[in-house]
Nanobody, 115 residues
């Protein structure tokens, strides 16, 4: 059974940091591009970041560039999103997914940035 399980979300003040994790199982994690996508309340899905197979190339949306860092640990079948300098507009449910167009999705983890 394919599973992607996000964790690490929560409530944080503006300017704070969170690290999201996405643990994968049930597929060959190492060969897939992995992505983070988010959905703010009442908004559509917004692609945030991706990392290639092998982890040598990363790409970011302009809205998070310089603040977020994506990484992966294939030995742990896990992809991470380090989020620094968080802003209220970063409030969203964050999903990880595999492949593009996305083939597998997680359930998401809520990130709320508020004072």
């Amino acid at each position: 059974e394919v599973q992607l399980v996000e964790s690490g979300g929560g409530l944080v003040q503006p300017g704070g940091s969170l690290r999201l994790s996405c643990a994968a199982s049930g597929f060959t994690f190492s060969i897939y591009v992995m992505n983070w996508v988010r959905q703010a309340p009442g908004k559509g899905l917004e692609w945030v970041s991706c990392i290639n197979s092998g982890g040598g190339s990363t790409t970011y949306a302009d809205s998070v560039k310089g603040r977020f860092t994506i990484s992966r640990d294939d030995a742990k079948n896990t992809v991470y999103l380090q989020m620094n300098s968080l802003k209220p507009e970063d409030t969203a449910v964050y999903y990880c997914n595999a492949d593009w167009p996305p083939r597998y999705w997680g359930q998401g983890t809520q990130v709320t940035v508020s004072s």
